[in-house]
């Protein structure tokens, strides 16, 4: 497809269990973005994959939370021992490179993630 | 501590007048920025950016406005039209490359 791809599109699990979302960017795109909203909230980043570069995860809200990148194609989030916090929208992004000056990052659609 | 503060989370603008939407920013290292706008179940689109060598960009009906030294930006719709009522986010970053850091997002509401 020509955009950025989300799966699953809703999720719902059970408090404890793991879950992984999984992103494919546009093709061609070497940075990728794990970000998420929860209800009523901002977009919050969590992690940022640039090429080869070591990731930015100072967003990760904490150690249940983990990225991977297989390198400059999908992405996949792991959420270890869900907690009801944990529901929210998770939204994944792709850019060409870094940020610049007529340069942008697309959105997917998001995977919904209830924990009941 | 936000970096990227939309002070209004939300607006309501009768159709044909002016919506100005406003962000601030703490981080002077900040140099790129950006809105976007979300419908309800959508993902984010991009709708205007400005570098921070510029203090106005404008598309069509959108322009933003960058005051650096007050380190506030704001995004101008004119006119506003009932289909452009979505949540507005703010977003900053470095081209230097870090991720972009955005706001909480002001909800526009366009009546007609």
């Given at each position: 497809g020509a955009g950025v791809s989300q799966s699953?599109?809703?999720k719902v699990t059970e408090k404890g269990?793991?879950?992984?979302?999984?992103c494919d960017p546009i093709s061609g795109h070497t940075a990728l973005y794990w970000y998420r909203q929860r209800l009523g909230q901002g977009l919050e980043f969590l992690i940022y994959f640039q090429g080869n570069s070591a990731p930015d995860k100072s967003g990760l809200p904490s150690d249940r939370f983990s990225a991977e990148r297989t390198g400059e194609s999908v992405s996949t989030l792991t959420i270890q021992r869900t907690q009801q916090e944990d529901s929210a929208v998770?939204?994944?992004?792709s850019s060409i490179g870094q940020i610049?000056?007529?340069n942008t990052i697309y959105f997917g659609e998001g995977s919904w993630l209830t924990v009941v | 501590?936000?970096?990227v503060k939309q002070n209004s989370p939300?607006?309501?603008v009768q159709e044909g007048r002016i919506s100005i939407l406003n962000c601030d920013y703490t981080n002077s290292m900040f140099d790129y920025f950006l809105w976007y706008k979300k419908y309800p179940a959508e993902g984010p689109t991009f709708l205007i950016s400005i570098s921070?060598?510029?203090?106005?960009?404008?598309?069509g009906r959108f322009t933003v406005f960058l005051n650096k030294s007050a380190k506030h930006l704001s995004l101008h719709i004119v006119p506003s039209q009932p289909g452009d009522s979505a949540v507005y986010f703010c977003a900053a970053g470095n081209q230097a490359g870090t991720a972009l850091i955005f706001g909480k997002g002001?909800?526009?509401?366009v009546s007609s």
């Open positions: 699953p599109s809703n269990k793991d879950v992984e979302l999984r998770y939204l994944c992004a610049s000056s007529g | 501590d936000q970096q939300s607006l309501s921070s060598i510029k203090d106005k960009n404008e598309d002001t909800t526009l509401s």
